[in-house]
């Protein structure tokens, strides 16, 4: 067994602008870390329940059995409503279309923000990595997905308009920071869907180095249709297409992560150093 730098490091994987990428992000951020021996989590914390099919655990399959919903409402620990995946250091806790009942009965219940904070609680330090798969709003859902997390990745889609919104996320993320959670990071931004022969993506990627800078990941995610054909087979790109650029991004991705968190390791990652790295969004 690697190093074991973390005990269950919960990251949230958020941004409320839908399609840019935080499902293809934890899935494959999750695998990656998980070839690497590091026990990993997903939590789909997403009513569509993408993250769990992603990861072969259908809607079929889930009928009659708890999943994050669950957990969240207090029925089953958490414990109960995690299942295996194709890789052995990765489990997932899915969700599907109960979840979206959550944010409505939750309304009145007591300290509602931590029920999530609280269910991952009792599993926190059988991992070394938790990630939650956001939903795309800034509701209930994502507010318990912050107050339970130690950091938050956001993933920006390199297009026009990949800035918009994320103000609002980040006054979110203070708030949260106010009262719920001081002690949340940031894990920094991640660029998505690249096509280096578009020259607005190219000036997205500069613009973005330059308003954030050192909080940017160096890893750049390409537009690369191996990796939105995986979820449909139920697999993460590792299965499915080792040699792909998406997988050797992906692979790159978790290896800045594991460096930010264990920079005694030696890794060859040329990912910032630590202190580049904390402190990013001004919060
Ligand atoms: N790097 C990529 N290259 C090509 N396609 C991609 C890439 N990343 C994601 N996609 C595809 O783009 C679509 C949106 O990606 P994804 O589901 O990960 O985004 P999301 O932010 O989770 O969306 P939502 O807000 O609906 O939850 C999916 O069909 C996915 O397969
Ligand atoms: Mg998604």
């Known amino acids: 067994m690697a190093y074991k730098e973390t005990m269950g490091k919960v990251i949230a994987i958020a941004n409320q602008k839908g399609g840019v990428g935080k499902t293809t992000t934890t899935v494959n951020l999750a695998a990656s870390l998980a070839i690497g021996e590091r026990r990993t989590l997903v939590i789909d914390f997403d009513p569509q329940g993408n993250a769990s099919s992603a990861l072969g655990v259908d809607r079929e399959s889930l009928v ?3 999943t994050i919903y669950h957990a969240l409402i207090g029925q089953v620990p958490l414990s109960q ?11 997932v806790a899915p969700a599907n279309g109960d979840l979206t009942g959550a944010e409505i009965e939750l309304v009145t219940a007591f300290a509602r923000e931590g029920k999530l904070k ?5 599993i926190k330090a059988q991992y070394d990595y938790i990630l939650i798969d956001c939903p795309p709003s800034l509701g209930m859902l994502t507010v318990n997905a912050m107050t339970a997390a130690d950091s938050f990745l956001v993933p920006l889609q390199c297009e026009y308009f ?6 609002q996320l980040l006054h979110t993320v203070s708030l949260v920071k106010q009262s719920l959670n001081p002690k949340i990071t940031e894990e920094g931004i991640l660029l998505t869907m690249f ?5 607005l993506a190219n000036e997205v990627v500069r613009e973005v180095r330059t308003h954030f800078a050192g909080k940017v990941f160096d890893t750049i995610v390409p537009r690369n249709v191996r990796l939105s054909e995986c979820s449909s087979f139920g697999k993460p790109i590792l299965l499915y297409d ?6 050797l991004a992906y692979l790159n991705l978790a290896k800045e992560v594991l460096s930010r968190n264990q920079p005694q ?3 060859s990652s040329e990912a910032p150093a630590p202190e ?3 402190g990013i969004l001004a919060l």
Do not use: V
């Open 276 to 278: 580049q790295a904390s």
């Open 265 to 267: 390791a030696g890794l």
């Open 162 to 167: 990949a800035l918009e919104g994320l103000s």
């Open 64 to 66: 009659g059995k708890p």
């Open 242 to 247: 080792i040699d792909s650029k998406g997988c």
């Open 195 to 199: 096509d280096g022969r578009n020259n």
């Open 81 to 91: 409503a995690i299942y295996p995946t194709g890789i052995d250091c990765l489990s």
């Open 118 to 122: 609280a269910a991952i609680a009792e």
